[in-house]
């Protein structure tokens, strides 16, 4: 053999030394299956934060449109109680007004007017009541208007809380199968 090929003969001494390179390396899968153990369990602890605070959002979410419904509640009753007895009273006070100042004109005038004058009463407490009740009517339309626009903004605020968790959910199950490689 030449001199220059003499180091490419496969003797014993060069065997001995190759295998005794090759024993000296480590199991490079044990290493590689540690690292990804760990990148694992990091991934898993991540997500379990993410999911608790998707948890507790979703908990505020849920106890805002709570106290934002008993809100808007409290103020059609308010509106309700209030104002309505505001237009009662009124009424009240007009018709007790009117009824005594027609009491002390009855015991002047004679009996052909006290006819006129009872018939003016009739049609005064007609329109009175008509008037009361009007009032009353337009006081439950503004309630109920009021009750219908709280709804409403209750159910818009529900549904933007549904697309954030939908959102929410979207985003955490396609991080996992991006994680994982599942579809």
């Known amino acids: 053999m030449s001199e220059e090929h003499k180091d490419l003969d496969p003797t014993a001494e060069a065997k001995a030394t190759h295998a005794e390179t090759i024993g000296n390396l480590e199991d490079p899968t044990a290493e590689a299956k540690a690292y990804h153990a760990d990148t694992l369990d990091t991934a898993k602890e991540k997500l379990s934060e993410m999911a608790d605070k998707a948890e507790a959002k979703f908990g505020d979410l849920k106890a805002d449109a709570k106290e934002g ?31 005594d100042e ?43 208007k009021f009750a219908d626009e709280a709804g409403e903004k209750l159910e818009d605020f529900a549904e933007d809380a549904k697309e954030v968790i939908e959102e929410t959910t979207k985003k955490t199950k396609s991080f996992f199968q991006r994680l994982f490689g599942s579809k």
């Open 69 to 99: 419904f008993e809100k808007a509640k409290a103020k059609a009753t308010e509106f309700i109680n209030e104002d309505a007895k505001e237009f009662m009273e009124d009424a009240k006070e007009k018709a007790s007004k009117f009824v």
């Open 102 to 144: 027609a009491g002390e004109k009855l015991e002047d005038l004679t009996e052909g007017a006290k006819e006129t004058f009872d018939k003016a009463k009739d049609k005064a407490t007609e329109f009175i009541n008509e008037d009361a009740k009007e009032l009353l009517e337009e006081a439950k339309e503004k309630a109920s």
